[in-house]
């Protein structure tokens, strides 16, 4: 199906849209989702030229998209579509009417605005779009996490989001959600007779959720020095993917339903506090060390000054109600580790009663691995007999569901499939209000707890995987 729209990006220049949104708005033309007269504005506060921004995306998508990707003709049809607007985000002056003029006024069309920028220009730049009367009943606007900085900040911002649009226009965006193998975990569950039944603290052990980074700072540096690794993943992308993994089966996989059964597990998260914080968390931050054969510096070198922000957190979480009572959660993620993947692994339990003789070897439990990047795969563990063995002897095997081999398809990062939803109105894999609140109720305290109890991050090298304490909880990888 091919959706037809104005996409307006604000911070049309930034990082973000160089590196993520462009090449997704590209693939979505090539793929020919967009119709031909669909648009794409890029709105920034630099004062270049249309052929300057042009030179700037054609760069960008050089450096982003995979060497085939980049075409001079599917270049030639995408520049085609973008224009240029130059804008004070802050200032609400004439060069408003100079975005509206290029936008027209044409309310049937659907309009489409990203807010790429800093969540405290939020409210000002829904301010300007309703006071030059941008915004209708076709308008979505679609914004980037972090959504605040607790759950205080994050209510602030989304009230005066919403003096300007009703819920339904706003679509809070966790990239991850828009990755396949993460709705791939509604069709596994939801669409299989195997899973479902053996989906609970009767069967499962326990679960460990991953997202390892390799790369540092990446010149974010005053955003993320703030934020912390905790505010960065775990509020939004980690929480939002233990939902989908662990919410009760909705009736229909729409955005209301989904959304009621993703609240209901946040609300069940057990608190941490200062009671539990030592135990249930692990924070750490890197040191100097070696990562793919690069020698690297440490956090603060990067930094430039001391810093007590953690850029690792791994967490023991709970989901205290009936499907889930007594099965720990494990979340981790980190910069400069030793690998980059990000993955889901369910842990069943052993066996209720071995029938087999001692010398048939150890019983291995059953673990089900989700593979998100940066290769896309479900593997299945199973108990198997040697072959070609007088008598039984026990091994392991695996059953690979490996994504690139199966199906053809591109790999996407996530954005292609979320702004193609926001275009076509779905809002179905974007966070509510109340699961962003509830999200916050739950980090707020331990960010608090970690003060109290003066739980200060304990240095990792990078190039590991970590504080030692959480690989004991993960494992040696
Ligand atoms: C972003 C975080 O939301 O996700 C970054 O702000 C992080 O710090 C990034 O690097 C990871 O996304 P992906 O898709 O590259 O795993």
């Keep these: 199906m091919r959706s037809e729209a104005d996409i307006v990006v604000f911070g049309g220049l930034g990082d973000l849209s160089l590196r993520k949104l462009i090449p997704s708005l590209y693939r979505s033309v090539v793929a020919n989702q967009l119709s031909s007269n669909s648009r794409i504005i890029l709105v920034s506060r630099e004062d270049v030229s249309q052929q300057q921004c042009l030179e700037r995306a054609e760069a960008s998508l050089r450096a982003h998209l995979n060497d085939e990707e980049f075409e001079s003709s599917h270049w030639s049809t995408f520049s085609q579509r973008l224009s240029y607007c130059f804008l004070d985000l802050a200032i609400c002056d004439e060069r408003w009417d100079s975005l509206k003029a290029l936008i027209g006024d044409d309310e049937s ?41 607790d759950r205080e900040s994050a209510d602030s911002i989304n009230s005066r989001i919403a003096e300007f649009l009703p819920e339904e226009s706003i679509y809070r965006i966790d990239h991850y959600l828009g990755k396949e193998t993460v709705q791939n975990l509604m069709a596994l569950r939801f669409g299989n007779v195997l899973f479902e039944p053996l989906w609970d603290c009767k069967r499962i ?114 989901i205290d109600n009936w499907r889930w009572a007594g099965v720990p959660f494990y979340l981790r993620t980190g910069k400069r580790l030793a690998e980059r993947f990000a993955e889901i692994v369910i842990n069943y339990k052993p ?53 690139a081999d199966t199906f053809k398809y591109t790999k996407s990062d996530g954005y292609q499939r979320l702004i193609l939803d926001a275009v076509r109105g779905d809002p179905a894999l974007f966070t509510h209000r109340d699961e962003v609140d509830q999200a916050w109720a739950w980090i707020d305290p331990i960010i608090a707890a ?28």
């Design 109 to 149: 069309r659907t309009r489409v605005f990203y807010f790429a920028i800093p969540p405290g220009l939020y409210g000002d730049v829904c301010a300007h779009l309703s006071s030059c009367q941008l915004l209708n009943k076709n308008t979505r606007v679609v914004v980037e996490k972090p959504l605040g900085y």
């Design 205 to 318: 052990d326990n679960v460990q959720i991953t997202i390892a980074e390799t790369v540092g700072l990446e010149g974010r540096v005053s955003f993320y020095d703030r934020a912390g690794a905790l505010r960065d993943m775990v509020q939004n992308h980690l929480l939002q993917m233990m939902c989908l993994l662990t919410m009760e089966p909705p009736t229909k996989l729409n955005a209301d339903n989904i959304r009621a059964e993703k609240l209901k597990v946040l609300k069940s998260l057990r608190a941490i506090d200062a009671s539990n914080v030592a135990e249930d968390t692990v924070r750490g931050q890197y040191g100097p060390g070696v990562v793919g054969g690069k020698v690297v510096p440490g956090y603060q070198d990067e930094l430039g000054g001391a810093s007590s922000t953690e850029t690792f957190v791994a967490i023991r979480a709970h």
């Design 351 to 403: 066996v209720t009663h071995c029938v087999f003789e001692p010398d048939a070897g150890p019983l291995q439990p059953n673990r089900l691995v989700i593979r998100l990047q940066p290769d896309e795969r479900i593997q299945l563990t199973l108990m198997t007999k040697e072959l070609n063995r007088q008598g039984i002897r026990l091994k392991p095997a695996t059953l690979n569901l490996n994504f």
């Design 450 to 477: 970690w003060q109290s109890e003066q739980i200060d991050p304990v240095q990792y090298a990078a190039g590991s995987w970590g504080p030692d304490k959480s690989v004991g909880w993960f494992g040696d990888h």
